[in-house]
């Protein structure tokens, strides 16, 4: 017997189906099973509801109705979480890609100048700068890393969209969707771009409780954020549409007659505006694109990258975590996924509305395990932007060139865009001529010497030539002095109670390198 059970707070009316026990009956062990397991996730479900009804009263009364507002959306993803099982993709229903899927950003059409100045007056640009720096060592917001003469990823950012501003006389606003853990710290940073010909426009993203993998209930006893942050996470970029849409900016672009939002993460310092592809949205008449996916080629190095596939008539993104594990090979694969995803998107602004509106936003749950410092496993539910593509009609790809994919995630990252193997101009990176190869070369650098920022700057007098570099791995107690270049394959191994001090002025072609080695004034 189904019955319909409700359970709430505060007004907030969550329903799920439930199956209602049966009594002492014999019944086989598989139904057995399933009754047991849709009583504890009712249970569950029940369970949290209270502590989050409790922790909805510790709330200050100005914060109430956002709070509400993230609970309940938190608690529908918890519900999905509790009654799905096994991959949300059947590998054996995925289609061939429809040769019109991925169109090559090669033929996209340049604007005519005398078009350029109202297409962009249609543009919103969004940056995800939700991240923290922790990974690379540093506090705060990852945006504020220093990754070029002295500029950080938001300088570079804002120099880029004030750039377009000026030279084609427009208003295209930048629009940070921050978290908890980065809104205080850029705020506070913004305030030194007032004097520039740009808009800056942020809002926050949801805040949700961290759950016990045990008990299935939320860690936090109260909603003092601050003062207990290891409780709380941010949700991944997937709660991008609907904070954006709470926020009010959503409506206040549709009002102001802007189209498109371009999205990108602010760290992936190849993602600035292109006008083919902006030219390209705003030529389609009465044939929208209602979401377009910036993908490049897949290399060995991108094996574990989002995937484009057909899934039920409809273009969707496929990420690791979805692929059962029989086939994870298959989907690491070049030959059959081409692509890869660079998170790079173009969304038409009415479509999100329309979407959020009927509720058919249905993201696929990445379930995030973490252990906190006092050892307590947890439980982190998130979405990806990138997963609402299926959501919408008039769905494409483009395949753009690699120098659109340009993320600085470790300090090899950092490495390569410091380097003389980019020239900088108005914000924007480009590979320098004098590269022979249009592929960058494969930095590998060790963690425990390299992880961190500040420990990798310290170990380069100055950054190295690397123009005619394919390889580098480092490893151990190694140092660079002045003027150092490296050429084809180079190796530096220091073991254990080793160090290595590569010379100034010194050239490296084809070497490995291991032992000791040091060269001290006297």
């Not at 520039?196 to 961290?210: G, K």
């Amino acid at each position: 017997m189904v019955e319909e059970t409700n359970v709430g707070y505060s007004g907030i009316n969550i329903s799920t189906n439930v199956v209602k026990p049966k009594g002492h009956s014999r019944v086989p062990s598989s139904t057995d099973l399933k009754e047991f397991k849709e009583v504890t996730q009712r249970d569950s479900l029940v369970q949290l509801e209270k502590e989050m009804a409790a922790l909805l009263t510790t709330t200050s009364n100005d914060k109430k109705d956002l709070a509400k507002s993230q609970f309940t959306a938190f608690s529908r993803l918890f519900q999905r979480f509790l009654e799905e099982s096994g991959p949300s993709v059947d590998w054996d229903k995925i289609e061939k890609l429809p040769t019109d899927a991925i169109r090559d950003y090669d033929t996209l059409l340049k604007p005519s100048p005398d078009d350029i100045h109202s297409k962009l007056e249609k543009l919103v640009v969004v940056k995800l700068n939700g991240g923290l720096g922790t990974s690379m060592g540093c506090r705060g917001p990852k945006s504020v890393i220093q990754v070029r003469n002295d500029l950080t990823f938001l300088d570079l950012t804002v120099q880029q969209i004030e750039h377009l501003n000026k030279k084609y006389n427009v208003n295209v606003p930048l629009v940070l969707m921050n978290s908890f853990n980065t809104d205080k710290d850029t705020e506070q940073i913004i305030r030194k771009y007032k004097g520039l010909q740009v808009e800056i426009y942020t809002f926050n993203q949801s805040c949700f409780p961290r759950v016990s993998k045990e008990s299935l209930l939320p860690i936090a006893h109260d909603c003092d954020i601050e003062g207990n942050i290891e409780a709380w996470y941010p949700p991944g970029h997937g709660d991008f549409y609907d904070s954006f849409k709470n926020s009010g900016l959503l409506q206040k672009f549709i009002d102001s007659g802007r189209d498109y939002c371009f999205i990108s993460n602010i760290d992936n310092l190849g993602a600035t505006v292109d006008l083919n592809i902006l030219n390209m949205l705003l030529d389609r008449g009465t044939n929208p694109l209602e979401f377009v996916m910036e993908v490049t080629n897949k290399t060995k190095a991108d094996v574990k990258g989002g995937t484009l596939i057909q899934y039920e008539n409809k273009l969707r993104l496929l990420e690791i975590a979805q692929v059962p594990k029989e086939h994870l090979e298959e989907f690491k694969s070049v030959k059959k996924f081409k692509f890869f995803n660079t998170n790079n998107l173009w969304i038409k602004l009415n479509a999100i509305e329309k979407v959020l509106n009927e509720g058919s936003m249905n993201l696929e749950i990445i379930v995030n395990n973490k252990t906190l410092d006092n050892n307590l496993n947890i439980i982190q539910l998130e979405t990806a932007v990138g997963a609402a593509m299926k959501s919408f009609n008039g769905g494409l790809g483009i395949n753009v060139p690699r120098s659109r994919f340009l993320p600085v995630k470790k300090t090899s990252d950092l490495l390569l865009v410091m380097s003389n193997l980019y020239h900088m101009r108005n914000g924007s990176l480009s590979m320098s001529p004098l590269r022979m190869f249009p592929t960058t070369p494969l930095v590998k650098l060790g963690d425990k010497d390299f992880a961190k920022v500040k420990d990798f700057l310290s170990r380069f007098a100055t950054i190295p030539d690397i123009l005619e570099l394919d390889h580098l791995t480092v490893s151990g107690d190694v140092t660079f002095g002045r003027n150092v270049s490296l050429k084809g394959t180079v190796i530096i191994i220091a073991n254990h109670g080793d160090r290595i001090d590569i010379p100034s002025n010194a050239t490296l072609e084809n070497k490995i390198v291991s032992g000791n080695l040091r060269i001290l004034d006297h």
